[in-house]
């Protein structure tokens, strides 16, 4: 993605071919509907440097052996500078849009891509598919750390190769080792679909096959390409339209990387090995498609955030004009890193040319004080828990913002429930009765919270899994977690499992084409005997209740200035599911009258005013779950006793 190559043996058309990934990223990052496989550019960006920095060590070794330090004060010099300068940029713009919660999530990512460990980092949170990934200024970093882990190993497993004799050991030693990776990224693909996409071991198989592309570069390979100029044409053309066919038929539920990157990936290396053509040459050589490919690395570095930034602004993604707009604006800032950070410190100086300047002083330079300073800024955003103490009056009113905190807290009862059992499936279970079981989503915790502030009396088992609503006949939904249906199976044999409890509560996100779903699961139940409680739609809005309240600036009033965002609409389920589920001697709780009571505003804060009642958009903070739970039971007394 980020080598570039000026010299005797400058080649345009790769330029060329980095113009068009860096094209097919950011017209996908910017909702380019034709283009919904666009994030194959990133697999071209890692073929190319495959190509490139093999190439740049093999020559380094005919010149009489890789030098690492010579290769890793290259990299400092051609990678860091841009990416700090925009890390620092991207900062100060989080510092002013981002709540208090983002901006200390944004600063755990700052720490990672400092650290080159982004991939990492998101692996282990946010998803490059999860809805939430759009309001992350830093998630495109994670290729970034995906290559530079890269030149971590490559030029030593470059140097044992070379040790074994003839560069056809060498090419032997790529294939082995891009077979490997692919062969491990199929095998993962089936468990660990994150873990495939973002770890870099299952990306090798694309940097390798780009280091096998400079096997082309030997004469014997350009003397035949002479003498059969219509079958280099066709080559050429060919790895275009499959880069270019990739992009535009794969999608989110494309099988991806493994099998699924060899189309991008294998048309870049024919384009490559097809060296200078005419029909190609037209399209990657041309003056602004080679001007495009010089400044790729800063075009790909600053566009993320500043579409990130305006849809947190907007509360929206671009439109196209406004695409159109943003995409000006990257090209613009763009354009002004390459010039003032990229190409001044991009090439030694005349003093380290002649050596008075040693090598490590300027990686210290150019690396160490800028990546200290940005690390200091990314600990501080992360133990401030983001400046919460800009808002809400500093003080405890601050913490209370924080969505770490809040988070913690409503996990708190759910992990002391589940210490030392497997943490979806557990409880306290007494067979002399007053059990409940609670069968939900991400929505169980919040059943947990709330009921057990209720009624502390009863014993609680809890099943949950986010993105896992409690429904049977499995096959029939189409699940956002594949593990689902095996979770739903246990769910269902605890059911017939626990002869004593008191009802089986089921809450989890209502949506309308799951309402037969609910019924039929329902009836199920029914019919072994047990006593249901169904919880109707809980409180939502179509915007995080923290931004609002960011936004607004104080929770006070917070309830009118939300309600233009609360979803009263899915209420209208209760009309239509409390009478099936009362007939069959259950309970249906509507939430409507506690969250949304009519002819006031939607409830934003706790009754005292002094906390958020939901953690994002969906899920009840800690104490929004207990003035729930306090009023359930002055309500429905009885509302989890067996009848």
Not at 534 to 543: A, L, N, Q, Y
Request: charged fraction near 20%.
């Amino acid at each position: 993605m980020i080598e570039h190559q000026k010299s005797s043996t400058y080649r345009p058309e790769i330029d060329g071919l980095r113009a068009l990934a860096v094209g097919l990223v950011v017209s996908f990052h910017f909702g380019l509907p034709a283009v919904a496989g666009g994030f194959v550019g990133v697999d071209v960006f890692f073929v190319i440097s495959g190509y490139l920095i093999t190439q740049k060590l093999l020559a380094a070794h005919d010149r009489g052996g890789i030098s690492f330090r010579d290769f890793y004060v290259g990299r400092v010099r051609r990678l860091l500078p841009a990416l700090y300068t925009t890390l620092l940029a991207t900062a100060l713009g989080a510092l002013l849009v981002l709540t208090p919660d983002e901006l200390s999530t944004f600063g755990s990512s700052l720490l990672a891509a400092v650290f080159s460990v982004a991939n990492l980092h998101f692996w282990s949170g946010a998803g490059y598919w999860d809805p939430g990934a759009s309001t992350h200024p830093l998630l495109h970093t994670w290729s970034l750390s995906v290559e530079e882990q890269f030149y971590l190993v490559w030029p030593a497993f470059m140097v044992a190769a070379l040790r074994m004799g003839s560069r056809r050991a060498l090419y032997s030693s790529f294939a082995v080792a891009g077979l490997g990776s692919l062969l491990a990224a199929e095998w993962v693909l089936r468990q660990r679909p994150t873990t495939a996409f973002f770890w870099m071991p299952f990306r090798v198989v694309e940097f390798a096959v780009g280091g096998l592309a400079v096997a082309a570069d030997a004469p014997s390979w350009r003397d035949r390409l002479r003498a059969h100029r219509t079958a280099a044409e066709l080559l050429s053309a060919a790895g275009l339209v499959s880069i270019v066919a990739s992009a535009l038929a794969f999608d989110e539920s494309t099988r991806f990387p493994g099998l699924g990157s060899l189309p991008p990936c294998l048309g870049t290396v024919m384009v490559i090995v097809a060296h200078r053509v005419r029909a190609t040459g037209a399209l990657l050589t041309n003056r602004p498609a080679v001007f495009l490919g010089l400044v790729s690395y800063s075009l790909y570095l600053v566009h993320w955030p500043l579409r990130v930034f305006f849809e947190v602004l907007t509360d929206r993604p671009p439109g196209t004009f406004e695409a159109v707009g943003l995409l000006v604006l990257a090209l613009i800032s763009s354009v002004a890193l390459f010039h003032f950070v990229e190409t001044p410190l991009r090439q030694p100086g005349r003093r380290d040319a002649d050596g008075a300047r040693p090598a490590m002083r300027v990686a210290l330079k150019l690396a160490g004080a800028p990546a200290a300073l940005l690390a200091v800024l990314a600990a501080f955003l992360v133990f401030s828990d983001g400046l919460a103490y800009r808002f809400a009056g500093g003080g405890s009113a601050a913490v209370r913002w924080s969505g770490e905190k809040a988070r913690m807290d409503r996990s708190a009862r759910r992990e002391a429930l589940c210490a030392d059992a497997e943490e979806t499936h557990c409880g306290h279970y007494d067979p002399q009765g007053g059990n409940v079981l609670i069968l939900g989503d991400s929505l169980g915790v919040d059943a947990l919270n709330t009921l057990a502030a209720g009624y502390p009396e009863k014993n609680f088992i809890l099943s949950w899994r986010g993105g896992c609503p409690p429904l049977v006949d499995v096959e029939d939904i189409d699940y956002q977690n594949p593990r689902c249906p095996v979770v739903n199976e246990r769910r269902f044999a605890m059911v017939r499992r626990l002869p004593e409890l008191d009802a089986v509560v089921l809450w989890m996100g209502l949506q309308p084409e799951r309402e037969a779903l609910l019924e039929q699961t329902v009836e199920s139940l029914y019919r072994q005997g047990r006593r249901v409680v169904v919880f109707g739609p809980g409180p939502r809005f179509t915007k995080l209740l923290p931004r609002i309240a960011f936004e607004h600036g104080s929770l006070e009033g917070l309830d009118a200035a939300a309600d233009p965002w609360a979803d009263r609409a899915q209420y209208a389920a209760d009309e239509r599911l409390a009478p099936f589920i009362e007939h069959r001697g259950g309970a249906y709780v509507s939430q409507r009258g506690f969250f949304c009571p009519e002819g006031a505003p939607c409830r934003a804060v706790t009754r005292g005013g002094e906390n958020l009642l939901l953690l994002d958009a969906v899920h009840l903070t800690a104490e929004g779950a207990a003035e729930f739970g306090r009023a359930l039971r002055e309500r429905y007394p009885r509302l989890l006793d067996e009848s």
